[in-house]
């Protein structure tokens, strides 16, 4: 007899998975009934019998699948090393921690409502990552017998983990009665985003009624079905580090959260906009002749006439269009837009180069110095991929720098996104400093280069200043490995000596380029 098919959540499977290795010892606690689980997708993952897990599949697909074994396979890949439980980004007190237990493997607890990617990014390269899909919901006490499973003597982490950061994302989100303005300011609030440089999609709610929920009516069912469709496709944008705005009715406080929900579990910022024109305006102008026909009964269920609008709480911006002009409105939302995310590059200003490597403490630095010294009126900085806060220069390298400049007061810092939304041209270290900038932020993919590419596309180009760096966005060649500078940490003199002759020799290639 075929068992009833069960779709579990997310976290549901987490525990399916922690059973079936062997991390929880099971029964499955959520299983009330036998039954066949299958996946989001709707595959078969599993039989579920009396609790116990069988025909267990396994997943394929995850972000660093590669990475999550059964105790049983840890204990033996690892045997002897100093598993260090974390369950969330590490911070750098807690990278300096790491970087001083001896033979550490990180034991990344990492499954649903955690910041799992993150996490594991955190770390620092070169230490062994296993992953166990323990639910940041979990209980305690499982998580004990989780990290029991895998070690015998575990090592905890001090401190506070380090902030999540969001991954550039942005949804605008207009609600407001038939006529209030939303599609008006949100029309105006896209051309402004195009004009400032970047890309848009525009979810009006009309346009979608016509498109992606074609068919649907007003009821109450069909309006959130509606309105969780725009969410879905704003959060998969955010996701991406884009920018949505959208302009729906969206009449229901629960699922205007619910959209909030998807697009901040996506990354992505989320900002409310309440378009609060009142019904009597909105009627007053009546552009579509809606509300005459709702008031002779020819629409029923027409919001703020016979269908209800519930006011949002928690609108990060709350705007009576009636007497203002367009523009006048649209000040308190793009300030609200604007806010920390967009790009702040001033094309008037200096022009802003950061450097970027890992630590901030041996080749950025030597970049910005020696960079600086060319081009004292240029904005330089520079941060690392998992910088230190306010370490000073490496020694070997600040000796090799000290032959013709001070480093001073130097003192590394970690990067941040705000930096990177600042910078006209981020150049760093390694291609794998550009990827692991873009897997975050795609959005920055023509303002971040390796030194190298950055060289060998200037050494192509006549321009220079400004010019030359709207032509290494559009020209830019890809990031080839064979080009990077490679770490001379703790390597000794040599090494210091051959990375900061390279660096020397790209940056005399490129700075003097960057002069208008
Ligand atoms: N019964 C009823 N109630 C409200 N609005 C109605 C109705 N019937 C049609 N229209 C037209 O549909 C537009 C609203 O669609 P939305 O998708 O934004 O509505 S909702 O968010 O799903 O509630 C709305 O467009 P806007 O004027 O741009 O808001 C109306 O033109
Ligand atoms: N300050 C203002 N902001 C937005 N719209 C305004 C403003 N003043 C007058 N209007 C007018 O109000 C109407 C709003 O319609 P629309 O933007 O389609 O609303 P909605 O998308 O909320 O249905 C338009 O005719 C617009 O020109």
């Known amino acids: 007899m075929s068992l009833p098919q069960y779709a579990a959540s997310a976290r549901e499977l987490d525990e399916l998975d922690l059973v079936a290795s062997g991390a929880l010892p099971g029964p499955v606690r959520w299983a009330t009934d036998d039954a066949a689980v299958i996946d989001p997708e709707g595959a078969p993952v599993a039989d579920l019998v009396a609790g116990r897990v069988e025909n267990w599949t396994g997943f394929v697909h995850r972000p660093f699948h590669r990475l999550y074994l059964t105790p049983e396979q840890a204990r033996s890949a690892y045997a002897g090393r100093t598993f260090v439980a974390v369950s969330a980004p590490l911070s750098e007190a807690q990278l300096r921690q790491l970087a001083l237990t001896k033979g550490a493997v990180v034991l990344a607890l990492v499954g649903t409502g955690t910041a799992s990617v993150a996490t594991i990014r955190s770390v620092i390269p070169g230490t062994p990552v296993v992953a166990v899909p323990l639910p940041a919901d979990a209980d305690a006490a499982d998580r004990a017998t989780v990290i029991a499973a895998y070690t015998d003597d575990p090592v905890e982490l001090d401190g506070a983990s380090a902030p999540v950061e969001g991954n550039g994302g942005l949804v ?37 009624r016509r498109n992606l929920s074609a068919g649907l009516t007003f009821s109450p069912e069909d309006r959130e079905t509606n309105i969780r469709r725009i969410g879905w496709v704003a959060a998969e944008i955010a996701r991406h580090g884009g920018i949505a705005v959208c302009s729906p009715i969206a009449p229901y406080d629960r699922t205007r959260k619910a959209v909030r929900a998807m697009v901040e579990e996506a990354g992505g910022r989320f900002v409310l906009i309440h378009v609060a024109t009142p019904i009597e305006e909105c009627e007053r102008r009546d552009r579509k002749g809606l509300y005459a026909k709702a008031r002779a009964g020819e629409i029923p269920d027409f919001t703020g006439i016979s269908a209800p609008y519930e006011e949002p709480e928690d609108a990060d911006v709350r705007i009576d269009t009636t007497g203002l002009s367009i523009e006048e409105a649209l000040e308190p939302v793009a300030e609200a837009v604007h806010a920390p995310t967009a790009s702040t590059t001033d094309p008037r200003g200096p022009l802003k180069v950061l450097f970027v ?47 013709g400049i001070d480093p001073g007061e130097f003192r590394s810092r970690p990067l941040t996104v705000d930096m990177l939304a600042e910078a006209d041209l981020v150049l760093t270290a390694q291609a794998s400093h550009r990827s692991y900038i873009l897997d975050d932020h795609p959005a920055y993919f023509t303002k971040v280069l390796t030194l190298g590419q950055a060289a060998e596309a200037i050494s192509r180009s006549e321009t220079t200043g400004r010019a030359l760096v709207a032509e290494l966005a559009r020209t830019r060649g890809a990031s080839d490995p064979a080009l990077d500078v490679d770490d001379p940490y703790r390597k000794g003199p040599v090494a210091a000596r051959a990375a900061a002759d390279q660096i020397s020799s790209l940056v005399a290639a490129i700075v003097p380029r960057l002069r208008e």
Do not use: W, Y
């Open 172 to 208: 605008v989100f207009f609600t407001g009665f038939s006529g209030s303005g939303k599609s008006t300011l949100a029309r105006a609030l896209v051309d402004q985003l195009l004009e400032s440089g970047h890309t848009v999609t525009s979810l009006d709610g009309d346009i979608v």
């Open 357 to 403: 490597c890992t630590a901030n403490i041996c080749r950025s630095p030597f970049m910005e110095l020696t960079a600086r010294a060319l081009a004292p009126e240029l904005t330089i900085s520079s941060a690392g991929t998992h910088g230190f806060t306010a370490a000073p220069m490496e020694s070997e390298m600040a000796a090799v720098l000290a032959e």
